[in-house]
């Protein structure tokens, strides 16, 4: 059974601060990364995708991939209050069909 | 602007009384999906078409019924509504390859 992991939280920073949201996924065939954030009430909208080893930056997130430990995680520098969301975790296999896992609450306090 | 538009986005039905969401994509994506959120949880894949192809995940209770008329809508039919199915359901579209979803505004379903 695909398993992935996220650390509910919530996660509080403060303005400013470096959030880290951490993930791991349980199949070794997953091949894409997404990272979507999710405001309450609202659907999920896609930030960040990776498929390659190391790290993919865009703007102020960046995702890091370790495929060896199946570790997927997402930075994000200078964090605002309007990043306060959920942020869902989505590995997928080469069918693109994506397992989420239920989130991370994010927090970030001025 | 293209995008995936689902009516309505708030939905109250009664208990056991038939009850039909909406989803219209002008992405001309071929893949269409339909995912039941609760609060605080994943969301869960209910089935998928890829074209016509319909897939429907082994765990989706016969309660539930998709239509795909066209490429660009679809529809959840949901034959007797519980208590249990109150949930958003999102849909999403992609072109199937590796570019993740765009993802609908939500229908809010609340059964009372």
């Known amino acids: 059974q695909k398993e992935v992991e996220q650390n509910s939280g919530p996660l509080s920073v403060p303005e400013g601060a470096i959030a880290s949201l951490n993930c791991t996924y349980s199949?070794?065939?997953?091949?894409?990364f997404f990272w979507y954030r999710q405001y309450s009430g609202k659907s999920p909208e896609l930030i960040m995708f990776?498929?390659?080893?190391g790290d993919k930056e865009d703007g102020r997130f960046t995702a890091q991939l370790n495929k060896a430990s199946q570790y997927v995680s997402l930075l994000i520098r200078d964090s605002q209050p309007s990043d306060s969301a959920t942020y869902l975790c989505?590995?997928?296999?080469?069918?693109?069909?994506?397992?989420f896992g239920r989130g991370t609450s994010l927090i970030v306090h001025p | 602007d293209a995008m995936v538009i689902q009516n309505p986005r708030y939905q109250v039905t009664q208990f056991g009384k038939p009850v039909t969401l909406s989803c219209s994509q002008t992405?001309?994506?071929?893949?269409m999906y339909w995912y039941q959120q609760k609060s605080s949880q994943a969301p869960k894949l209910l089935f998928h078409?890829?074209?016509?192809?319909?897939?429907n995940e082994a765990d989706t209770p016969d309660n539930f019924q998709s239509r795909r008329p066209n490429t660009s809508f679809c529809f959840l039919d949901i034959r007797s509504p519980g208590l249990g199915d109150a949930a958003m359901y999102l849909c999403?579209?992609?072109?199937?390859?590796?570019?993740?979803?765009?993802f609908g505004s939500g229908t809010r379903l609340t059964v009372v």
């Open positions: 078409y890829y074209d016509k192809d319909f897939n």
């Open positions: 990776i498929y390659s080893n």
């Open positions: 989505a590995p997928s296999t080469g069918s693109y069909i994506p397992t």
């Open positions: 992405l001309n994506h071929n893949v």
């Open positions: 999403a579209t992609s072109t199937g390859a590796e570019r993740g979803y765009t």
């Open positions: 199949d070794r065939g997953s091949q894409s």
